[in-house]
């Protein structure tokens, strides 16, 4: 499942208003489900399938919080801290240029939310 979904979103070379609800209904069940497996003990164990399932959130929403909290702890938790602050700062970037402002949580915060 996880290697379609990885394939691209949804009809993302279809720009046709009527398509719009589908592949956003399509994309809100895809981010729900993966953030829901990313929680099971099982999926956890595999530090390698938690980041395949935030790269693939990404896919379908590129600004997912979740998603950026799951990869960075995941990183962080590997020892590849400079690709955990390289993520964080990714995101930020594409946050600012989407939202006119900056990300409101700090890379420490970032990390330190997946331990809630």
Known sequence: LLSILSSGAFLHNTQT???DPFKSDFSNTVV?????????NEVRKSPQLCLNIADTIFIYDSLSEEALILKCSILINMGRHGLAKQTYITFCKEYTILFGEPFSLSFEQIIKAEHK
């Open 17 to 19: 208003e009527w398509s």
């Open 32 to 40: 729900d489900l993966l953030l829901e497996l990313s929680q099971r």
